[in-house]
Structure formats: structure tokens, C-alpha cells
């Protein structure tokens, strides 16, 4: 598996979107810096910016490299390895590469801009966190797809429409069923709904540490109540955790029973 993930890593690290990919965070990390002229306000606009274009990003990568390197695939599955090893060392390999475009793309302007005198430091890393650990969900999630759909065409859209639900659609039927049913309480309900949605997750989680949870008014409050503690902290990494496993897991059980 080691060989595999240090194959599929090394050959997305030659790749053109890689550099973009790494390009694109760079320039973005300076342009605020530029922009802003202080480190927090900074956080708080790449939050907006990562939460919803790391998913995205994940999501076409993982479906575009399982469809391109099926050939290749197919060929490792007719030597005497485990199919799960393949498959995972694939999906590590566009995993780890993709975090690493992230985490020193914006790593580095900061650093440069002085991250390690500043107060935040704290909510900068606890933004790589999240963007890592949404990366890990959402090309998970892609392989999953990719390994269910043999067309292409089909592949791409359920992977796109799986990135609009959760980051859009998801939102919307929330604040719906949250208007509908006013009138009850809602507290747990509105715990639950945003722990089922890993972006919505790690939105709550950056807002918190940001220490703006006023801005959401009553449900900001609830949120804060729970998130705000080392016990909710816990829980939601847990449940990122849990994204993380699940969809890896179902990797390696398709895999096992895909007939290639």
C-alpha cells in the first residue's frame, strides 16, 4: 500500500492542478494579507473561502484521478495484491497531496506575515484542521462514487451534486425545517443537523473559535453552549473523524466486491 500511496502522491505532485491548486492558496493567502493588515480578519475571509471550495476541489480530484488512472488500476489488480491496499494508497495518495497543496499554500504567507507572534495562530490552525479533515471526507466520498459508477459522465454528476447538497442544499431544507417548526424546541435538532453535515461542522467550529457566534443569534448561543466546551470540541472532531472512516471503509469493502 506504501508503494501505491507513494506513487499516486509523487505522480499528483508532478501535475499541473497540483501547482494551480497550490498556486491559487499562495496568491490568496497574500492578496488578504495584502488586503486586511491583520491576521484575524484574514482567517475569518479564507474560512469563507475554504469551508465551501476544499470540498469542491476534493470531490473533482478524487472522481478525475480514479477515471484517469483505471488503466493503471486494473493492471496493479492483476498482480498478486490486495485490492484494498490499491485502493487505499490511491486514495491517500490524492488525499495527503491535496492537504499538503493547502496547508503550505497558505502556510507559507502567513509564517512570512508573522502567525507565530500573533493570537491567531490558534484559530489559523484550527482553519488547516478543518480544511485537512474536509479534504480527507470529500475525496473519500469521490472514490466512493467513482467505484459505484463505471461512466464517467454519470460519476462526475452525482460527485458534483453530492458537493451542491451538502454545501447548498443542505443549508437551505435545515433553515426550512427550523422555520417550519418554530414553535418546538430545537436545540438538539439543531445540534444534530449540523453534526450530519461535515461542512456545516467545521463552519460552527472556525465561528466559534473566531468568537463570533453572535452573529447567529439564538442558535449562535445553543451552538456556543455546546461547541464552546472542550467536551463539544471533542465530540466534533469525533464526528469528523467518523466522515473520515466510514466512507474509507466502504472503500475498502467495494473494492472487495467490485467486479473489475
Same mark, same amino acid.
Given at each position: 500500500?506504501?508503494?501505491?500511496?507513494?506513487?499516486? /502522491?509523487? @505522480?499528483?505532485?508532478? &501535475?499541473?492542478?497540483?501547482?494551480?491548486?497550490?498556486? /491559487?492558496?499562495?496568491?490568496?493567502?497574500?492578496?488578504?494579507?495584502?488586503?486586511?493588515?491583520?491576521?484575524?480578519?484574514?482567517?475569518?475571509?479564507?474560512?469563507?473561502?475554504?469551508?465551501?471550495?476544499?470540498?469542491?476541489?476534493?470531490?473533482?480530484?478524487?472522481?478525475?484521478?480514479?477515471?484517469?488512472?483505471?488503466? /493503471?488500476?486494473?493492471?496493479?489488480?492483476? *498482480?498478486? !495484491?490486495?485490492? &484494498?491496499?490499491?485502493?487505499?494508497? *490511491?486514495?491517500? #495518495?490524492?488525499?495527503?497531496?491535496? &492537504?499538503? &497543496?493547502?496547508?503550505? $499554500?497558505? $502556510?507559507?504567507? =502567513?509564517?512570512?506575515?508573522?502567525?507565530?507572534?500573533?493570537?491567531?495562530?490558534? @484559530?489559523?490552525? +484550527?482553519?488547516?484542521? %478543518?480544511? %485537512?479533515?474536509?479534504?480527507?471526507?470529500?475525496?473519500?466520498?469521490?472514490?466512493?462514487?467513482?467505484?459505484?459508477?463505471?461512466?464517467?459522465?454519470?460519476?462526475?454528476?452525482?460527485?458534483?451534486?453530492?458537493?451542491?447538497?451538502?454545501?447548498?442544499?443542505? @443549508? $437551505?431544507?435545515?433553515?426550512?425545517?427550523?422555520?417550519? =417548526?418554530?414553535?418546538?424546541?430545537?436545540?438538539?435538532?439543531?445540534?444534530? #443537523? %449540523?453534526?450530519?453535515?461535515?461542512?456545516? !461542522?467545521?463552519?460552527? +467550529?472556525?465561528?466559534?473559535?473566531?468568537?463570533?457566534?453572535?452573529? +447567529? #443569534?439564538?442558535? #449562535?448561543?445553543? =451552538?456556543?453552549?455546546?461547541? $464552546?466546551?472542550? =467536551?463539544?470540541?471533542?465530540?466534533?472532531?469525533?464526528?469528523? %473523524?467518523?466522515?473520515?472512516?466510514?466512507?474509507?471503509?466502504?472503500?475498502?469493502?467495494?473494492?472487495?466486491?467490485? @467486479?473489475?
Amino acid at each position: 500500500m506504501l508503494k501505491i500511496l507513494k506513487y499516486s /502522491f509523487f @505522480d499528483l505532485m508532478r &501535475s499541473r492542478w497540483s501547482y494551480v491548486y497550490f498556486a /491559487f492558496y499562495l496568491l490568496l493567502g497574500i492578496v488578504l494579507l495584502f488586503l486586511n493588515n491583520d491576521l484575524s480578519k484574514a482567517v475569518i475571509t479564507l474560512m469563507n473561502v475554504i469551508i465551501v471550495l476544499v470540498p469542491l476541489i476534493g470531490t473533482i480530484f478524487g472522481v478525475m484521478y480514479y477515471y484517469n488512472s483505471k488503466e /493503471f488500476t486494473e493492471l496493479l489488480l492483476a *498482480q498478486p !495484491l490486495k485490492r &484494498s491496499s490499491i485502493f487505499l494508497g *490511491q486514495y491517500l #495518495g490524492v488525499a495527503i497531496s491535496l &492537504s499538503m &497543496s493547502l496547508i503550505l $499554500g497558505l $502556510g507559507i504567507p =502567513f509564517i512570512a506575515y508573522g502567525l507565530f507572534k500573533s493570537n491567531a495562530i490558534w @484559530d489559523f490552525s +484550527l482553519l488547516l484542521i %478543518t480544511g %485537512t479533515f474536509l479534504t480527507l471526507i470529500f475525496t473519500a466520498l469521490a472514490f466512493n462514487i467513482a467505484l459505484t459508477n463505471e461512466n464517467k459522465i454519470k460519476g462526475f454528476g452525482y460527485a458534483i451534486l453530492l458537493w451542491l447538497f451538502l454545501a447548498i442544499i443542505y @443549508d $437551505g431544507l435545515f433553515l426550512m425545517s427550523l422555520v417550519l =417548526f418554530e414553535d418546538y424546541p430545537l436545540d438538539k435538532l439543531s445540534l444534530i #443537523g %449540523t453534526m450530519l453535515n461535515p461542512i456545516d !461542522l467545521s463552519r460552527t +467550529l472556525i465561528l466559534l473559535k473566531l468568537d463570533i457566534s453572535a452573529l +447567529l #443569534g439564538y442558535t #449562535g448561543a445553543v =451552538f456556543k453552549k455546546f461547541f $464552546g466546551t472542550n =467536551f463539544g470540541l471533542i465530540i466534533s472532531f469525533i464526528m469528523l %473523524t467518523i466522515w473520515v472512516i466510514f466512507p474509507v471503509l466502504r472503500i475498502v469493502f467495494k473494492s472487495k466486491k467490485k @467486479d473489475f
